[in-house]
């Protein structure tokens, strides 16, 4: 059977332009390339046979159906079925007239009953108790679903380049029936027509040119916008361009003067300069600094009260279905630079149907967007000696290598009960829901797994308060953690289970943690309710805590019985980004997360996950790298004296360690009166050597004590003792 339909959708085995015309064009002594636009372009998709497992949800088996590179999607209740998405370069001066698909089917089965797509469900507190059930509408219905081979996600511009995104349905069910059909190939044929207008957008740069061919998968297309006549438009060239205001100028110079010295061109730029401080004259002064200055990163610097976000308007495509709708400040208005974002006039900006000539707004980053949301001058130094002293680590710095996994208990949602089962797809990497992406390499990182679910004394049958309590995770943070990944319940002002007053206590005043959490409203710097949410205690509102982060504005979302959640969707390809696609840059690569996942931008809560994942941060900063080789210690020996307990640490691993934390508890005696905590660091310890510690108070009583050590890098040293009067003996492992 051969099915034609118009189309979005795919992913690339083949491709092929039809009327692209080359011509030579003799340039000095060597010819330059020019093309003509071509009058279609044309690809094939291949699609692996349908692998069928089967599922329980509520006690009801469903068949659950997978091709792998082709992630399944859709809204609660729906199939849950296989989906692909096509990201197509349109060659230069043309648009879409239309679009056709064909393929012929294969029967995969019958009799089969698809697992419904979960329901999101916000991280908070309070998440509301939901079933997962299928939409009887469809499931008793005898037409094919989805019913067409495709949905039309839009035209989007990135730097002067047109991207057509489309969207591939190679799997068709029939509920009622069971019947399962799945293409084994989809041939995508896109006709063009031309469309004369000049791209102001467009620099004929060879940098631009580098990072769309990371952004489509018809490169070929490319040269159809190479212009050998056309000289860039760039007067001054600028990697980032700092806007805030003049009162905060000078405090974020250290922070330009440190990019200069690595190679990285900044300007400041302030509200006087921009004439205005509307969203809207903001967004105009960055468009021109894109093009005249050459910048590639924004770094926002003031809460929004200096520089005020744009609220962009999000809600669920039917009430019924996903029933969350509210207004969020969304930085990426300033970095898709490229139409309008209200067309219609409305009070609500940023609706599917705010760009130009009524399609979708500019949702491809043009540039790269963080923001230091500073109240005023000493916010702004904490925030720039945070930044100037990552810029500024040693290559290799032991810490740099550490890593933790923060996950709590989400409630009686089947595989998705556990923030730590989403979290551990971000380690090494996953292949799970149809889609593969590289996580945070176990090999280079010191992955510490801090789960509700491993932590001891956690209760299965009474889940809620048994799990890791903060302080297990201000120690981390205090003994400095280079990267930090949450999944868990959170809002305003609290996140990670700590409040905003936790974040004041904090004592790192080095080695800064960079922090990605799914929890909910906690990047709210538009905080309704009046006060500063806690991913700006944690950024500027001291000089501990973190450098940078990525929080959300409002609700995060996690998917009931499925570990394919919406924010989840965008964590692992933030880390792929980083990791897979080697974007060090952490503004680049909260972008490429979003776009990564653009083509399902009209799944359940994905636009709203796309608008409210700000970076508190400055985007040019690149992820400093690990050693690539783990620190390695040992507790040697612990042994007793003259009123103290040493302990000897020995350096047995390939690389010297700095600012390594221990503590040493002693408790214990008649009555239980030795009660001594130590806790202290080394400076430094290189391969091979060895250092005594040992707590500062002296120990004297009488009777069995308990001796607890613990180093960073080292497996903890439990064990006993006996202390008469002013000596410490027998000193044994436990």
């Known amino acids: 059977m051969i099915h034609i339909d118009r189309i979005v959708g795919g992913r690339i085995n083949a491709f092929g332009i039809t009327a692209l015309v080359i011509i030579l064009v003799a340039s000095g002594a060597n010819p330059v390339i020019f093309a003509q636009a071509a009058d279609s372009i044309s690809m094939t998709y291949s699609f692996s046979k349908p692998v069928i497992t089967q599922v329980t949800i509520d006690d009801v088996i469903y068949d659950q159906v997978t091709i792998q590179d082709a992630p399944c999607s859709g809204d609660p209740g729906e199939p849950l079925l296989p989906t692909k998405g096509a990201y197509l370069l349109l060659p230069a001066d043309t648009m879409v007239d239309s679009i056709m698909i064909t393929g012929e089917r294969s029967l995969v089965g019958s009799g089969?009953?698809?697992?419904?797509?979960?329901?999101?469900?916000?991280?908070?507190?309070?998440?509301?108790?939901?079933?997962?059930?299928?939409?009887?509408?469809?499931?008793?219905?005898?037409?094919?679903?989805?019913?067409?081979?495709?949905?039309?996600?839009?035209?989007?511009?990135?730097?002067?380049?047109?991207?057509?995104?489309?969207v591939l349905f190679p799997v068709q069910y029939i509920p009622r029936t069971g019947d399962l059909f799945y293409y084994p190939t989809l041939t995508v044929t896109v006709s063009l027509s031309q469309k004369h207008s000049e791209s102001l957008m467009f620099r004929n740069s060879p940098i631009d040119q580098s990072e769309l061919l990371l952004k489509i998968q018809n490169p070929s297309v490319e040269i159809t916008y190479q212009q050998p006549f056309h000289a860039p438009i760039v007067s001054d060239q600028y990697d980032l361009l700092i806007l805030t205001t003049d009162a905060f100028k000078a405090g974020f110079q250290p922070l330009a003067d440190q990019h200069n010295l690595t190679g990285k061109q900044t300007i400041i730029r302030t509200l006087t300069d921009v004439g205005g401080s509307s969203p809207e004259a903001i967004r105009s002064y960055i468009q021109n600094a894109y093009t005249t200055m050459g910048i590639s990163y924004v770094l926002l610097g003031g809460d929004t009260e200096s520089i005020p976000a744009k609220m962009l308007y999000v809600e669920g495509m039917d009430e019924n279905v996903t029933p969350y709708n509210t207004l969020m400040p969304a930085d990426l208005y300033y970095a898709c630079l490229d139409g309008p974002f209200n067309s219609d006039g409305d009070e609500y900006w940023g609706e599917p149907h705010d760009g130009e000539n009524g399609t979708d707004v500019d949702l491809i980053a043009d540039v790269y967007v963080g923001r230091a949301c500073a109240d005023n001058l000493q916010e702004v130094q904490n925030f720039v000696q945070k930044n100037v002293e990552y810029l500024s680590l040693p290559s290799g710095d032991t810490y740099l290598g550490d890593a933790t996994f923060a996950g709590e208990y989400l409630g009686d949602y089947g595989i998705a009960s556990f923030g730590g089962t989403t979290l551990n797809q971000l380690i090494n990497g996953s292949s799970e829901n149809g889609f593969t992406t590289v996580g945070i390499p176990a090999s280079l990182y010191n992955i510490d797994r801090l789960y509700d679910e491993l932590y001891p004394g956690f209760d299965p049958s009474n889940p809620w308060g048994t799990g890791w309590p903060k302080q297990e995770l201000?120690?981390?943070?205090?003994?400095?953690?280079?990267?930090?990944?949450?999944?868990?319940?959170?809002?305003?002002?609290?996140?990670?289970?700590?409040?905003?007053?936790?974040?004041?206590?904090?004592?790192?005043?080095?080695?800064f943690c960079f922090v990605y959490s799914q929890g909910c409203m906690s990047g709210g710097f538009d905080n309704p309710e009046g006060t500063d949410c806690i991913a700006e205690y944690f950024t500027v509102k001291n000089t501990q805590g973190a450098f940078a982060g990525i929080w959300n504005a409002r609700y995060?979302?996690?998917?009931?019985?499925?570990?394919?959640?919406?924010?989840?969707?965008?964590?692992?390809?933030?880390?792929?980004?980083?990791?897979?696609?080697n974007i060090r840059e952490m503004g680049?690569?909260?972008?490429?997360?979003?776009?990564?996942?653009?083509?399902?931008?009209?799944?359940?809560?994905?636009?709203?996950?796309?608008?409210?994942?700000?970076?508190?941060?400055?985007?040019?900063?690149?992820?400093?790298?690990?050693?690539?080789?783990?620190?390695?210690?040992?507790?040697?020996?612990?042994?007793?004296?003259?009123?103290?307990?040493?302990?000897?640490?020995?350096?047995?691993?390939?690389?010297?360690?700095?600012?390594?934390?221990?503590?040493?508890?002693?408790?214990?005696?008649?009555?239980?009166?030795?009660?001594?905590?130590?806790?202290?660091?080394?400076?430094?310890?290189?391969?091979g050597d060895t250092l005594t510690v040992q707590p500062d108070n002296t120990i004297f009583g009488l009777g069995k004590i308990t001796i607890q050590t613990s180093v960073k890098y080292a497996e903890d040293w439990n064990g006993t003792g006996f202390v008469f009067g002013p000596f410490v003996l027998r000193i044994a492992p436990g």
């Open 112 to 166: 089969l009953t698809i697992t419904p797509c979960g329901v999101p469900i916000p991280l908070i507190p309070d998440a509301p108790e939901v079933e997962t059930e299928p939409d009887q509408s469809i499931y008793q219905s005898s037409e094919e679903f989805p019913g067409s081979l495709f949905h039309e996600v839009g035209v989007y511009q990135y730097r002067g380049y047109s991207i057509v995104v489309l």
């Open 474 to 511: 201000i120690s981390r943070i205090n003994n400095g953690v280079h990267l930090i990944n949450h999944d868990g319940h959170a809002y305003y002002d609290y996140n990670m289970r700590m409040y905003n007053s936790d974040v004041t206590t904090l004592t790192n005043e080095h080695n």
């Open 556 to 581: 995060g979302f996690f998917w009931s019985y499925s570990t394919d959640g919406d924010s989840q969707r965008y964590h692992r390809q933030f880390w792929d980004a980083v990791f897979g696609e």
């Open 588 to 687: 680049r690569a909260n972008h490429d997360s979003k776009e990564d996942n653009l083509f399902m931008i009209q799944r359940s809560c994905m636009r709203w996950v796309y608008y409210e994942t700000n970076l508190f941060g400055d985007p040019a900063v690149s992820f400093q790298n690990a050693s690539g080789v783990k620190p390695q210690l040992h507790i040697s020996d612990v042994r007793g004296g003259k009123g103290i307990v040493q302990v000897s640490i020995e350096n047995n691993g390939e690389v010297p360690v700095t600012n390594i934390p221990w503590s040493i508890v002693v408790v214990g005696g008649i009555f239980g009166r030795i009660n001594i905590t130590s806790v202290d660091s080394i400076a430094s310890l290189g391969i």
